[in-house]
């Protein structure tokens, strides 16, 4: 081949694929030492609280369901008895919760409040 066709005639040079390794692997040791000398610096004393998440939470191992499909069926339970009852969502403000079917029926039969009328407004 020419070089007038445009393409190159000499490889990457070895030496330099080598010398960018040794230097890659230095730049690495010299990280992993700079590491373990930081961590050697540090006692026991100066180490941070453990957190909530620490060793000692996972020594007591994962809280299992000893019974999912009765935890769900409680669950579901507790969900539906919440939707279908009656009950006080806030006592202090006069908010409270209704059944759903007459909550609808009462949407059906006199609309949807009116925000100003509720607030006071004109």
């Known amino acids: 081949m ?24 230095l730049l690495v040791a010299m990280f992993f030492g700079i590491v373990a000398l930081i961590v050697s610096g540090i006692s ?8 909530q998440f620490g060793a000692e939470n996972l020594r007591a191992g994962p809280r299992l369901e000893v019974n999912p ?7 579901e339970e507790a969900i539906r008895a919440r939707l279908q009852g009656y009950g006080w969502a806030d006592r ?8 759903i079917e007459r909550a609808m029926e009462i949407i059906a039969t006199q ?6 009328r509720r ?4």
Not at 92 to 99: D, F, L, V
Not at 111 to 116: E, I, S, V
Not at 119 to 122: D, L, R, W
């Open 44 to 51: 026991p004393e100066e180490a941070p609280p453990p957190s």
């Open 111 to 116: 609309g949807w409040p009116d925000r100003d």
């Open 2 to 25: 020419s070089e007038a066709s445009g393409f190159e005639r000499k490889d990457v040079s070895a030496r330099h694929v080598v010398l960018a390794l040794v230097g890659l692997f």
């Open 92 to 99: 202090n403000t006069g908010r409270a919760r209704i059944p």
């Open 119 to 122: 607030e006071g407004g004109p």
């Open 69 to 75: 499909a009765g935890d769900q069926r409680r669950a």
